[in-house]
Nanobody, 124 residues
Framework: QVQLVESGGGLVQAGGSLRLSCAASGRILRTNAMGWFRQAPGKEREFVAGISWSGASTYDADSVKGRFTISRDNAKNTVYLQMNSLKPEDTAVYYC?????????????????WGQGTQVTVAS
């Protein structure tokens, strides 16, 4: 089993920044890809960014390219999402997810373990 705990969410003004963290514990393997997803009220959960175990491969949704950066520190079993130039449409609950496989995929069904989510609210 794997446990994921997100932190770092909050309320920020448009144009501001936040850094989300996801601490993983349990049976972490050196092949696990990880990702961030988000879900706004009344909308489906959507992919935000993903990263391979080594960190060599990262993928960002078009909506966040150039503004968000995903990274990981395997020594700490932690994945980060640096969010800059935030917009009101970035408001959502952000979830960390882990795949028990190597490839970074953008579909939520491909991920096996999920955190409880952290709320990000961007005020205009």
């Amino acid at each position: 089993q794997v446990q994921l705990v997100e932190s770092g969410g909050g309320l920020v003004q448009a144009g501001g920044s936040l850094r989300l963290s996801c601490a993983a514990s349990g049976r972490i393997l050196r092949t696990n890809a990880m990702g961030w997803f988000r879900q706004a009220p009344g909308k489906e959960r959507e992919f935000v960014a993903g990263i391979s175990w080594s960190g060599a491969s990262t993928y960002d949704a078009d909506s966040v390219k150039g503004r968000f950066t995903i990274s990981r520190d395997n020594a700490k079993n932690t994945v980060y999402l640096q969010m800059n130039s935030l917009k009101p449409e970035d408001t959502a609950v952000y979830y960390c997810a882990l795949r028990t496989a190597t490839a970074v995929l953008t579909t939520s069904s491909a991920y096996n373990f999920w955190g409880q989510g952290t709320q990000v609210t961007v005020a205009s």
